[in-house]
């Protein structure tokens, strides 16, 4: 399944130099108490700051895997936003990262295609949602797939209140919700905010798809 997920891999906070480099004033003592002390204060409340921004608020990410081609490569790094989803629920077309339902301790990066409630029918690659709004269904439009990416397989899952379906955008090389079922929610993690790497690529909230339904 390895090959198949398009999966990320948080860095560590040993991988980012997270404080300027200090220069202590030089003195005949070397330094006075009071001066280490308020050192020792101020590092002790940077790697605080830094640590609640790093698990609360945002986090790097790598990708690693094909099942998001084209539109995340291996070794794209990205800038997961972490508040949005403590604020409101994803939407339709979001990239998320997410903590993979069958090991949580590594995590994945997909799309979400169905929400809550909603039934996803997949005929021949193409997907159908069908939500109280729309009984009859509505074919979704979706542009980020290269038509090389397309898969023509067939499938029909009625979500839970709390699941949603996610999918690669390379349909024949990604193993999602149509492989090992629903995500749960609690296991987004959160939102492909920013791409930093490739230069060429830099952008805001990359690859997120916007849908009317």
């Known amino acids: 399944m390895r090959g198949m997920m398009s999966d990320v891999r948080a860095l560590s906070d040993s991988d980012n130099d997270s404080f300027p480099n200090s220069v202590i004033p030089n003195s005949p003592q070397g330094g006075s108490t009071s001066e280490l002390t308020s050192l020792a204060l101020y590092g002790v409340i940077a ?43 994803p939407a339709r077309g979001d990239v998320v990262v997410f903590k993979f339902p069958q090991d949580t301790t590594r995590s994945f990066i997909k ?76 296991l987004i993690v959160g939102r492909a905010l920013v791409r930093l790497f490739p230069f060429t690529e830099i952008g805001a909230l990359p690859g997120d798809a916007d849908f009317e339904n």
């Open 111 to 186: 799309r979400v295609i169905g929400l809550p409630g909603e039934t996803v029918v997949i005929e021949n690659g193409i997907v159908r949602i069908e939500s109280p709004a729309h009984p009859e269904g509505v074919v979704l439009t979706e542009p980020y797939i290269a038509a090389e990416n397309m898969q023509n397989s067939s499938m029909r899952m009625l979500l839970g209140p709390d699941d949603y379906f996610v999918m690669g955008d390379n349909r024949r090389q990604s193993a999602d919700s149509r492989t090992w079922g629903a995500l749960p929610r609690d």
């Open 47 to 89: 790697l605080g700051i830094a640590l609640f921004i790093r698990f609360f608020v945002a986090a790097p990410f790598v990708v690693s895997g094909a099942s998001m081609d084209p539109t995340f490569a291996t070794w794209d790094y990205l800038i997961i936003d972490r508040v949005t989803y403590r604020l409101d629920n």
